[in-house]
């Protein structure tokens, strides 16, 4: 695993533990995580390929546009 996607999961990480902490009955907050974790990694991962396609190639910021759109992540 990149150094990147190392980033990315960590933010996901503690993105999810902060939307856990709030819940006091442990298997709730533990499916809180799990779910949060998930979209959000996926969510940041959509959310960087869409940046590399707008970035290295300006005039494809259509592609970046697009990316976001095709899986529904806000910019």
């Known amino acids: 695993m990149n ?3 190392r980033e990315l999961a ?3 990480k ?7 902490i709030k819940i006091t ?3 709730q907050a533990l499916k809180v995580y799990s779910d949060s974790y998930d979209t959000k990694f996926a969510e940041l991962i959509v959310k960087e390929c869409a940046d590399v396609a707008t970035i290295n190639q300006f005039q ?3 592609v970046g546009n697009y990316v976001l759109k095709h899986f529904g992540v806000e910019e």
């Open 25 to 27: 009955d442990k298997e």
């Open 14 to 20: 503690k993105y999810s533990l902060d939307a856990m």
């Open 10 to 12: 960590e933010q996901a």
């Open 60 to 62: 494809y910021d259509a």
């Open 3 to 5: 150094e990147r996607i």
